[in-house]
């Protein structure tokens, strides 16, 4: 008899629990882990600042690094990064600020502080093209009172800086 | 006729039994069929239009390094003193003369730490006294007489920013005469 199943390759798709299996799997790790989409978010390499001098009445002398990129693609609804930094044992004070973003608008500067819940960081990133890059320079400020101390004794400040990129 | 009867009955049967299995295996495939359609409900689910408040992330890292700063300095370069004999009781030897119109000030990112003081001038005519007041951090000491060696004059300053008052006494001896002492003196943040 011909009906509807008797197609062999759809009865193969059908009782086929191996392929039943890897839909289920493939798609709950699509679910839960956005980090295997396309690439929409980078940020240029890690960077270091150095605090080394201080004027003599004033707190040691904060240092600005502006030499990180922030880069992302517009999406096709409205956008924003957020910001975050994880930071055991964090001794000192570190900033950070979007400069000049391409597309959507920068929040004020944000402190970066171990365990901190995300932040906005660039706001309101109009939907879409999603093929061109947008850029922000990302501009750090590293800063240290003489009570915090310094690297010799309490160690460096080791911050891993995550820039997440989300529906508004 | 008994003997015909089951080969009629025969195909009869199987023909309701084929209607049977048909409706069972239709209802595996619709069973199935949905199972499979929630999968790819499951698979799309993962595209960013129907889910996802999350696109993407990236991180990198930014490490905070502080040297070791160490910083002490004085309000003012120059500090005069001059007995001149005004208000010098009669009959009494000592004289002296006390200036604060100086501080000192200090940052330091170190634990433990001391200020000592001391003179340059090796065989001073008349003595130098010196005593640090109100200090915003640590202990000041007592009231000390510079030497050319190191006498503490702030204890457990540690990590601070702070400063304090210099209160400069200069002692004479009517029995000493005349003279003038020129006194550079260094203030140095030490080990405590």
Request: proline share 3%; hydrophobic share 40%.
């Amino acid at each position: 008899m011909t009906h509807f199943y008797s197609s062999y390759w759809l009865r193969w798709l059908c009782s086929s629990k191996v392929f039943f299996t890897l839909v289920s799997v493939f798609g709950a790790i699509m679910l839960t882990s956005p980090r295997i989409h396309a690439q929409v978010i980078t940020v240029t390499g890690n960077k270091t600042l150095t605090i080394t001098t201080a004027v003599i009445g004033s707190e040691p002398t904060p240092v600005v690094n502006s030499t990180s990129t922030l880069s992302y693609k517009r999406r096709s609804a409205i956008a924003k990064i957020t910001v975050g930094t994880s930071c055991p044992s964090q001794s000192f004070t570190l900033k950070v600020l979007a400069v000049s973003p391409t597309a959507g608008t920068a929040a004020p500067e944000v402190t970066l502080a171990n365990g901190m819940l995300a932040t906005d960081f660039i706001i309101n990133i109009p939907s879409g093209s999603t093929a061109a890059w947008r850029t922000a320079t990302l501009r750090y400020t590293a800063s240290a009172t003489f009570a915090q101390g310094n690297s010799t004794e309490m160690g460096n400040d080791v911050h891993t800086v995550t820039y997440t990129l989300v529906v508004q | 006729m008994n003997n015909n009867a089951p080969i009629f009955d025969i195909p009869m049967l199987h023909t309701k039994h084929c209607y049977q299995n048909l409706q069972l295996r239709r209802m595996i495939f619709l069973k199935r069929f949905f199972l499979f359609a929630i999968a790819v409900f499951f698979f799309f689910c993962g595209t960013e239009r129907t889910y996802a408040q999350v696109y993407g992330s990236a991180s990198h890292t930014i490490t905070v390094v502080v040297n070791t700063i160490t910083m002490v300095s004085v309000s003012s370069g120059t500090v005069s003193m001059t007995i001149t004999g005004t208000g010098v009781i009669a009959g009494q030897n000592q004289m002296t003369v006390a200036n604060s119109a100086t501080s000192l000030l200090w940052g330091v990112n170190s634990s433990l730490k001391k200020i000592t003081a001391q003179t340059n001038l090796v065989a001073p005519l008349f003595a130098m006294k010196l005593l640090a007041v109100s200090p915003t951090q640590g202990t000041a000491a007592p009231e000390i007489t510079l030497s050319t060696t190191a006498t503490d004059l702030l204890t457990n300053i540690g990590r601070s920013k702070g400063s304090c008052t210099l209160q400069y006494t200069g002692v004479a001896l009517a029995s000493q005469g005349t003279g003038t002492d020129s006194h550079t003196i260094t203030f140095t943040v030490a080990a405590q």
